[in-house]
Structure formats: structure tokens, C-alpha cells
């Protein structure tokens, strides 16, 4: 089974960078009823690290991840490319079995319509800022702290919208790996800490703020 490329070679700013990855997920659905998310996974190869993080991440707060059992996949998923990027690996592997899973493409191009406008307007706004929370051990920590969200979610599974919060703050490490953003990879990890607290205060059957 051949690897995925991927590097620590992000984008530099703003400009299609989201868009970018949207539109590679298209093409990839393109002709097709079905799609394996190995194709989603070489669509999106070429573009570093961030989309690994990043893609699986917003799946999962879309339509998709209400069916039962999802979000925990998309975990998984999470956590075999986090493990790599936080070994420094230039070739992610999935193995066959995640590999040859595919996902109906009306669904996948109905997600991507949705998050196109949120796509847009990150584009206008990411930037090139702080970077020495965005270098190479950056990226690595960042992966850590995805591995850490996603053990997350697999308990919030039994909660209605919980397992949601530990995405968005992977989607935001991503998206900052993406674009090599220091100050948004911050708030990633302020957004980790935030679900972290929603989760316990779920799990425990009371308010996180309360």
C-alpha cells in the first residue's frame, strides 16, 4: 500500500488556502457515487499536514457525524495521522481496512457547500502570524493535543452534539498547521481547553460553567 505524501511545507497565508482543500475534495467526488476516503486522502496529500487534521475535524460537525458511530471513526482516523505527524513522518499510511471505507459523494459535496462560506472567510483572515508556535515542534505538539481530543470522544459519543467541541479545536490546530498561523494555533489549544471542560461538565451530568 503506497503512503500519502505529506510534509511540514504549509501555505504561507490566507489567500485559497481552505478553499483549496474544498476544491480538491470535489474533484475527488467527481464521477463518483461513492468515494474511499484513501482518494479523499490523496486529494488532500499534497497540501501538508493541516488537511489531515482539518478535514476529518469538520466532517464530523457536519451532517455526517450524527450518524451513530461516526465521530468516533473520525477519531480514529484523527489519531493514526496525529500519531504520524507527531513522529515527523513525510508519508502518512492508513491502513486497508479505514483506507477502503467510502462515503457516499452527494454527501460529501453537500458537506463541503456547506462550510464553503466559513472557507471563504478564513481565507480573508488566516495569516502568517507568531510562528514560532506554528514551527516544526509546533506541528508536533499540536498532534499531541489532537491525540489527547480525540480519546475525548468516544465517552461524549452517548451525548448529543458533545463530541463536536474536541473537533472544532482539532479543525483549528489544523487549520493553523495549514497556514502556519502561531495565533490561531493558541487558540486551538484555548478551544482544546474549552471542550475539555464541556466534556467533563456533560459527562458529569452537570454544566461545565455552572
Not at 457515487?33 to 488532500?44: F, K, S, Y
Not at 499510511?93 to 457516499?104: A, D, H
Request: proline fraction near 6%.
Amino acid at each position: 500500500m503506497e503512503d500519502t505524501m505529506a510534509g511540514t511545507d504549509e501555505h504561507d497565508g490566507g489567500n485559497s488556502a481552505v478553499e483549496g482543500i474544498f476544491d480538491a475534495l470535489e474533484e475527488a467526488t467527481k464521477g463518483r457515487d461513492r468515494v474511499t476516503l484513501g482518494t479523499i486522502v490523496e486529494a488532500i496529500g499534497s497540501r501538508g499536514y493541516g488537511p489531515f487534521l482539518t478535514v476529518p475535524a469538520l466532517f464530523e460537525i457536519t451532517p455526517i457525524g450524527a450518524i451513530p458511530g461516526v465521530p468516533t471513526l473520525i477519531a480514529l482516523i484523527i489519531v493514526l495521522f496525529a500519531v504520524q505527524i507527531a513522529a515527523g513522518r513525510d508519508h502518512l499510511w492508513l491502513p486497508g481496512f479505514v483506507k477502503n471505507r467510502s462515503l457516499e459523494s452527494t454527501k460529501i459535496d453537500k458537506a463541503v457547500d456547506k462550510m464553503r462560506p466559513v472557507g471563504r472567510k478564513m481565507d480573508r483572515w488566516l495569516r502568517n502570524r507568531l510562528r514560532v508556535f506554528a514551527s516544526d515542534m509546533g506541528v508536533r505538539i499540536a498532534a499531541v493535543a489532537a491525540i489527547a481530543l480525540c480519546l475525548t470522544v468516544p465517552p461524549l459519543e452517548i451525548v448529543p452534539f458533545a463530541s463536536s467541541a474536541p473537533m472544532i479545536a482539532i479543525a483549528i490546530l489544523g487549520l493553523a498547521i495549514l497556514v502556519r498561523d502561531g495565533a490561531l494555533m493558541l487558540a486551538g489549544y484555548a478551544m482544546a481547553l474549552g471542550a475539555v471542560a464541556i466534556g467533563i461538565g456533560m459527562l458529569g451530568g452537570g454544566s461545565p460553567v455552572g
